[in-house]
């Protein structure tokens, strides 16, 4: 593999059409994300439907838009790395067509990249010495896990959601204080200046893993009970309590194995943009002597520079070459430990 190596990433797994230039899995020549949250948010939530034909309309021009700002020309890229899995199978297929297609016309060999995988790259972006091994707690709106990072291409879940992930489970919890969508950035800002002071139950199980329907139907059930005594919510409080309990839990077990490991946490994912998460997650490793590590709030949420940095990674060992048989994948998970 040559010196230097450009990857130009594609994602479009839910509702953000992304692309990005990335020079040796780290350094981003340029990020451009289009954003659909203003038209979602008037139906509360994403409209699969709605996202599929918005990146249609989209992906070709942000696209050229990432090539222009990392001041690149077609011929500059080595490899285009694309999200196939997990996400919406309409939104996906979007992403993974234009990439072919682009692949095609331009003789330029295609990775598939695994979205769970590309959040875990963000550290890459944002912390240039960090290597693996570490231990990554991953929260988003589809997954939450604690993974073992051994490499760059190689992940093991250790602990993982039973039911909801994280982030889904904020937005629900949203929907139910008539927030707007999305919701887990409304409730941070609530709980910012609320104070924790109803007691929900834990999100951990006792071997570890993670349940959080009982969380959300417990909040759900507490503001029934309230306005069934014509009692509205302090909201602030509330949404403190909640985030709390939904945050707390899995960070101490992701600290507890990181303690018992590699010495390093990363957080990763939507979640991790959230200010309680950052701060507890800082707290209780500096108390041990972990390092952490935090992406920047930009590369949080759904990127394509973290897709590109994968890529770089899957390219370099020859793993993941894609073809022109290349399908989405919605449902793809990370692998999990035995």
Request: with cysteine; charged share 20%.
């Amino acid at each position: 593999m040559k010196k230097d190596i450009i990857v130009l990433g594609i994602e479009s797994s839910c509702d953000e059409t992304a692309a990005s230039v990335v020079k040796n899995g780290r350094e981003v020549l340029s990020s451009i994300v289009n954003s659909q949250i203003d038209i979602h948010k008037q139906y509360g939530g994403v409209v699969p439907e709605i996202a599929s034909r918005n990146h249609v309309q989209n992906i070709d021009v942000v696209v050229k838009e990432a090539l222009d700002q990392a001041k690149v020309g077609i011929k500059d890229i080595d490899y285009v790395a694309v999200t196939y899995g997990a996400g919406l199978v309409g939104a996906l297929l979007v992403g993974v067509s234009f990439a072919k297609a682009f692949c095609q016309a331009n003789d330029i060999p295609l990775v598939k990249v695994n979205h769970i995988e590309g959040h875990i790259c963000a550290n890459y972006i944002t912390h240039p010495d960090l290597e693996p091994p570490f231990t990554c707690l991953l929260a988003s709106g589809g997954h939450t896990a604690i993974v073992d990072v051994q490499s760059y291409t190689d992940y093991t879940v250790l602990k993982t959601t039973i039911d909801d992930a994280c982030g889904e489970a904020f937005d629900k919890v949203a929907r139910t204080l008539g927030l707007c969508y999305p919701g887990g950035v409304q409730i941070d800002k609530l709980a910012q200046n609320g104070v924790a002071d109803t007691e929900f139950k834990s999100v951990v199980l006792k071997d570890g893993n993670f349940s959080y329907s009982g969380l959300k139907t417990g909040v759900i059930n507490y503001v029934h009970n309230l306005a069934q005594k014509g009692i509205q919510p302090d909201k602030n409080n509330l949404a403190k309590s909640f985030t709390v309990a939904a945050i707390k839990g899995v960070v101490d077990e992701a600290v507890k194995i990181a303690d018992q490991s590699h010495k390093k946490l990363c957080v990763a994912g939507g979640v991790g943009a959230n200010s309680y998460m950052r701060e507890y997650a800082t707290q209780q490793c500096d108390k041990r002597g972990i390092k952490i590590f935090l992406p920047q709030l930009k590369y949080c949420g759904d990127n394509a520079a973290m897709i590109a940095s994968q890529g770089y990674f899957l390219a370099r060992e020859g793993i993941d070459l894609a073809g022109l048989d290349l399908n989405a994948c919605p449902t793809l998970t990370l692998k999990t430990k035995n």
